[in-house]
């Protein structure tokens, strides 16, 4: 059950795009298409962004996108806004009939 | 509007017992799985443990196995998590979440606030 590997940190300025990437193993990103990716904001509960690798929940803006290549799962955001600065935490199913997370990338916004 | 409210946490002494509850309402509860998952202050998410619909089914994380159980009453859409042989790293803020994938596809689409957990003597 060891933690997916995320970067601690990501910049952008407003209005750039940047990615967050989410390495794992075959017997949980690679090995399934339900990498999911989570936003938290300091003091709030996290809040899903992207499930399924590419699917966003309703309400989630177009500006948010994700993709997975074999054992590594990304997060895009195009068109950066103030407001996405935050921890970003990707999770994955895991073949042990877990849940595991990323260790959180700090996104900041320049 | 979906609302789950954790409740149950405070200061512990190690090797102490306490009992998490997770209010849900505004869903129809026994529908769908539910999961714990932690957080120490600074830290990231750590998943601790999920239960299915009807209960019969549980996961734990291999950290709290033996030691934490995870229970539901869907006739007072509760969650529960009991945790005893509690240790200083279980200090973490513990999350409730709705899962509206299930066993192989979790995606946890609501959380509640957290309640903090402090083990120290």
């Known amino acids: 059950q060891s933690a997916l590997t995320q970067p601690a940190s990501v910049s952008g300025s407003p209005g750039q795009s940047i990615t967050i990437s989410c390495t794992g193993t075959?017997?949980?990103?690679?090995?399934?298409?339900?990498v999911s990716w989570y936003q938290q904001h300091p003091g709030k509960a996290p809040t899903l962004m992207i499930y399924?690798?590419?699917t966003r929940p309703s309400g989630i803006p177009d500006r948010f996108s994700g993709s997975k290549s074999g054992n590594t799962a990304s997060l895009t955001i195009s068109g950066l806004q103030a407001e996405d600065e935050g921890d970003y935490y990707c999770?994955?199913?895991?073949?042990?009939?877990?849940?595991?997370f990323g260790g959180g990338t700090k996104l900041t916004v320049l | 509007e979906v609302q789950l409210v954790e409740s149950g946490g405070g200061l512990v002494q190690p090797g102490g017992s306490l009992r998490l509850s997770c209010a849900a309402s505004?869903?129809?509860?026994?529908?769908?799985?539910m999961h714990w998952v932690r957080q120490v202050p600074g830290k990231g998410l750590v998943w601790v443990s999920r239960?299915?619909?009807?209960?019969?089914?549980?996961d734990y994380a291999d950290s709290v196995k033996g030691r934490f159980t995870i229970s539901r009453d869907n006739a007072k859409n509760t969650l529960y998590l009991q945790m005893n042989s509690l240790r200083a790293e279980d200090t973490a803020v513990y999350y409730c979440?709705?899962?509206?994938?299930?066993?192989?596809?979790?995606?946890?689409?609501?959380w509640g606030q957290g309640t903090l957990v402090t083990v120290s003597s």
């Open positions: 979440a709705r899962d509206s994938g299930g066993y192989y596809h979790p995606l946890l689409d609501y």
């Open positions: 505004g869903f129809t509860f026994s529908n769908y799985w």
């Open positions: 239960i299915n619909s009807d209960g019969r089914s549980t």
């Open positions: 075959n017997s949980d990103v690679g090995g399934y298409k339900y």
């Open positions: 399924e690798v590419n």
């Open positions: 999770s994955s199913y895991s073949s042990s009939s877990t849940l595991v």
